[in-house]
């Protein structure tokens, strides 16, 4: 009972420690995870999936390149590729690769905000939930969980101890 309790707390630090590293340590990295809410760039990123996303250098925007990029409301990011630059301008045009037609308006070179390195598929479920409200009590409650499980195999330690001595 002991190890079971040991190897639990183990296992549960450990996905934790995962889900760390795959959602938070990227940012100290300047890479961006961000959570594909849309289809419109299927089937290379599909929805559920996580990019990641680094900074480009304006030298990278070119055509058949995918970035990520803000709309004019400031809050709404997309994915999807360049189909023309318009270096005069400093702006490039976009389409999905699920869509049929480009985007209406053109994007700024200043709103692009970077070029994804990596996707990992069905991540952004379980990332969503984590970010939600109840997501973040599952978290709390794992927390309390190790914290009971490591006690629990302490004591069952300390009493194996006992009857070894008696």
């Given at each position: 009972?002991?190890?079971l309790?040991?190897?639990?707390?183990?296992?549960?630090?450990?996905?934790?420690?995962?889900?760390?590293?795959?959602?938070?340590?990227?940012?100290?990295?300047?890479?961006?995870?961000?959570?594909?809410?849309?289809?419109?760039?299927?089937?290379?990123?599909?929805?559920?999936?996580?990019?990641?996303?680094?900074?480009?250098?304006?030298?990278?925007?070119?055509?058949?390149?995918?970035?990520?990029?803000?709309?004019?409301?400031?809050?709404?990011?997309?994915t999807?590729r360049?189909?023309?630059?318009?270096?005069?301008?400093?702006?490039?045009?976009?389409?999905?690769?699920?869509?049929?037609?480009?985007?209406?308006?053109?994007?700024?070179?200043?709103?692009?905000?970077?070029?994804?390195?990596?996707?990992?598929?069905?991540?952004?479920?379980?990332?969503?939930?984590?970010?939600?409200?109840?997501?973040?009590?599952?978290?709390?409650?794992?927390?309390?969980?190790?914290?009971?499980?490591?006690?629990?195999?302490?004591?069952?330690y300390?009493?194996?101890?006992?009857?070894?001595?008696?």
């Amino acid at each position: 009972m002991r190890y079971l309790c040991k190897w639990s707390a183990l296992g549960i630090c450990g996905i934790l420690a995962l889900l760390t590293i795959l959602l938070a340590l990227p940012g100290l990295f300047g890479i961006h995870p961000l959570l594909v809410q849309s289809g419109s760039m299927e089937p290379e990123y599909s929805v559920g999936s996580v990019i990641y996303v680094r900074q480009a250098d304006r030298s990278e925007l070119s055509e058949g390149t995918v970035v990520t990029f803000c709309l004019p409301d400031g809050k709404t990011m997309v994915t999807h590729r360049i189909v023309r630059v318009d270096m005069e301008k400093e702006e490039i045009y976009t389409k999905g690769d699920a869509n049929e037609l480009e985007d209406g308006a053109a994007t700024p070179f200043s709103m692009v905000l970077g070029i994804p390195i990596l996707c990992v598929p069905c991540l952004g479920y379980l990332a969503g939930y984590l970010a939600s409200a109840a997501g973040r009590v599952g978290i709390i409650l794992l927390v309390i969980l190790v914290c009971l499980l490591s006690w629990m195999e302490g004591e069952l330690y300390r009493e194996e101890e006992g009857a070894g001595e008696g």
